[in-house]
C-alpha cells in the first residue's frame, strides 16, 4: 500500500524547536521528490520546502535559515528540523510526493503535481 505517514506534530513554545517525520512505504523512494506543505486555520495549504535526489532542498521564504529538510533514502523518511518556531508556523503539516523530481525552485509547490499526501501532522505555537 502506498502512504506517507507524518509524525512529531506536538505544541511548542515560540522559539523552540521540532522535527517532523514523514515515512513513506509501498513504492520506490528515491524516484520521487518529497514536499512539506502546511496548512493553517483559515488559509489555504502552501509549500513549506521540498526535496529530491536532484536538488538538496527549496524553501519557502518565511521560513529559510529556520527550516531544515532532509531525507534518509534508507529508511525511506523525509524530515523536517523547524526551529526558532513561530506563532505563524502553526498549522497541520502535511507531507506529499510528487514523480516530478527536477523542480528545485518554487513549481516544487504546485499541488496539481503530488499523487499522494500524507494525513498530517498538528504542530502548535504557543506560549
Known amino acids: 500500500q502506498v502512504q506517507l505517514v507524518e509524525s512529531g506534530g506536538s505544541v511548542v513554545q515560540p522559539g523552540g524547536s521540532l522535527r517532523l517525520s514523514c515515512v513513506a512505504s509501498g513504492f520506490t523512494f528515491d524516484a520521487y521528490a518529497i514536499s512539506w506543505f502546511r496548512q493553517a486555520p483559515g488559509k489555504e495549504r502552501e509549500g513549506v520546502s521540498c526535496i529530491s535526489r536532484f536538488f538538496p532542498s527549496y524553501y519557502t521564504d518565511s521560513v529559510k535559515g529556520r527550516f531544515t529538510i532532509s531525507r534518509d533514502n534508507v529508511k525511506n523518511a523525509v524530515y523536517l528540523q523547524m526551529n526558532s518556531l513561530r506563532p505563524e508556523d502553526a498549522a497541520v503539516y502535511y507531507c506529499?510526493?510528487?514523480?516530478?523530481?527536477?523542480?528545485?525552485?518554487?513549481?516544487?509547490?504546485?499541488?496539481?503535481?503530488?499523487?499522494?499526501w500524507g494525513q498530517g501532522t498538528q504542530v502548535t505555537v504557543s506560549s
Open positions: 506529499a510526493r510528487t514523480p516530478n523530481m527536477f523542480l528545485g525552485d518554487s513549481r516544487c509547490f504546485r499541488e496539481a503535481l503530488y499523487d499522494v
